[in-house]
C-alpha cells in the first residue's frame, strides 16, 4: 500500500509561535515582563486607542437612507456617437466595448454635442433636446422607456 509522499518544499512553512510556553523562548517566551499583554486573554479590543476618542467615534453619523430602489442612468451624449460609422447599430454592449460607460446598465442619451453620423441607437431613455438633435442628423433613436407624461 503506497502512502502520499507530498510534502512542503523546505522552508515554505512556518510553525506557529505558541507563546507562554516554557523556555524555549527565553524567561517571558516574547511577551516582556508584567502588564496586560503578558497576561493570559490579554491586550485591548479592536478599535481601543488607549483612551483618546476613537476613530469610530470622532467620524459623523450618515444623515439620511439610501434608496435601493433609485435608478441610475448612466449619461452619453451625442457628441461621443462621432466615432460611429454611418448605419451602425450602436446600444449599451457597444458603448461598453467601445469604453464610452464603464459598466453594463440603463443609458440615457443628453443632448451635449452635434451628431455627424447616422446611427441607429437604442437607449433606455433620452432627452427630449438629444431625440430633436438626432432626428435633424438622421439618425434612429429607439427609446425603450416610455414613461408616462
Same mark, same amino acid.
Given at each position: ?9 523546505? /522552508? &515554505? ?6 507563546? +507562554?510556553?516554557? @523556555? ?7 511577551? %516582556?515582563?508584567? +502588564?496586560?499583554?503578558?497576561? &493570559?486573554? +490579554? /491586550? ?15 467620524? $459623523? !453619523? *450618515?444623515? /439620511?437612507? *439610501?434608496? $435601493? ?19 451602425? =447599430?450602436?446600444?449599451? !454592449?457597444?458603448?461598453? =466595448? ?12 443628453? %443632448?451635449? /454635442? ?11 431613455? @433620452?432627452?427630449? &433636446? =438629444?431625440?430633436?438633435?438626432? &432626428? !435633424?442628423?438622421? =439618425? ?10
Amino acid at each position: 500500500m503506497q502512502q502520499n509522499t507530498l510534502k512542503p518544499t523546505t /522552508g &515554505s512553512t512556518k510553525s506557529k509561535i505558541r507563546r +507562554g510556553r516554557g @523556555a524555549s523562548r527565553g524567561n517571558y517566551s516574547g511577551r %516582556g515582563m508584567k +502588564g496586560q499583554n503578558a497576561r &493570559s486573554g +490579554g /491586550g485591548v479590543r479592536p478599535g481601543f486607542e488607549g483612551g483618546q476618542t476613537p476613530l469610530i467615534r470622532r467620524m $459623523p !453619523k *450618515l444623515k /439620511g437612507f *439610501l434608496n $435601493p430602489n433609485k435608478e441610475i442612468y448612466l449619461p452619453i451624449n451625442l457628441g461621443d456617437l462621432n466615432g460611429f460609422k454611418d448605419g451602425e =447599430a450602436v446600444d449599451v !454592449k457597444v458603448l461598453k =466595448a467601445k469604453g464610452l460607460v464603464k459598466r453594463l446598465g440603463k443609458v440615457k442619451l443628453l %443632448g451635449n /454635442g452635434e451628431l455627424t453620423v447616422k446611427v441607429k441607437l437604442t437607449v433606455d431613455c @433620452a432627452s427630449a &433636446s =438629444a431625440l430633436e438633435k438626432a &432626428s !435633424k442628423a438622421g =439618425a434612429e433613436v429607439t427609446v425603450l422607456e416610455k414613461k408616462a407624461e
